[in-house]
């Protein structure tokens, strides 16, 4: 099977739609042509993802990135590493993957480096929390991207939200703040689907 032919559209557009069968938020529509736009110009060689779910994005990923590519992806939901592990066996791409199963935040520090891009797309509330355990792992010139960070138009919309979701969107917004005033990077937020956005690492500009 090849990305681009017959049988790799049916396997995308069968996870598609066990995705919207199951509500297993995956890339849509325009979170989709964003992130392949922007991926598929940088060809990335070693790829980390946070939040694997049934593996549509990985797959996606490997696809346009680099045809040396690896990719190493952290998923805590049983159910979804499961699915996921069956996807990526029906792909190209099986042998040039690597599924962790547990908590993002005590698989990173256990990862070893460096990749030169990676997408958050796990837990929102952790989303400060992964941004520091990354920053050893990353090359030079890496790219960023995280997946939902205006969470449902509450991280940038009015001042009340309601109590369960307080300390997420604080955390959210703490997010951004950070990514934007990160030393060495340089941050675009775009407002397609639930918001993202993409850090460029800059060498040049980098003293750590």
Not at 115 to 128: E, H, R, S, T, W
Not at 179 to 188: C, I, N, Q, R, W
């Amino acid at each position: 099977m090849k990305s681009g032919g017959e049988k790799w559209d049916r396997l995308l557009g069968e996870m598609e739609q066990y995705a919207e069968d199951n509500h297993i938020p995956i890339l849509r529509s325009l979170e989709r042509d964003k992130f392949l736009e922007i991926v598929g110009a940088f060809r990335p060689h070693r790829v980390l993802e946070i939040g694997t779910a049934i593996g549509y994005s990985a797959l996606l990923t490997m696809s346009i990135a680099a045809e040396d590519a690896r990719l190493v992806t952290i998923e805590i939901n049983d159910d979804d590493v499961k699915r996921a592990r069956e996807f990526f066996a029906r792909s190209p791409y099986n042998d040039r993957i690597e599924l962790f199963e547990g908590n993002a935040g005590e698989v990173l520090p256990q990862l070893w480096g460096p990749f030169d891009f990676v997408f958050i797309d796990a837990a929102k509330g952790q989303y400060p929390d992964y941004w520091r355990k990354i920053q050893h792992l990353l090359t030079p010139n890496a790219l960023v991207i995280a997946d939902n960070v205006l969470f449902q138009g509450m991280v940038e919309g009015p001042d009340f939200v309601p109590h369960r979701f307080r300390t997420l969107v604080h955390r959210l917004r703490e997010f951004i703040k950070t990514v934007k005033s990160a030393p060495g990077y340089h941050t675009e937020l775009y407002h397609i689907g639930d918001g993202m956005t993409v850090s460029w690492r800059n060498a040049e500009n980098n003293e750590n």
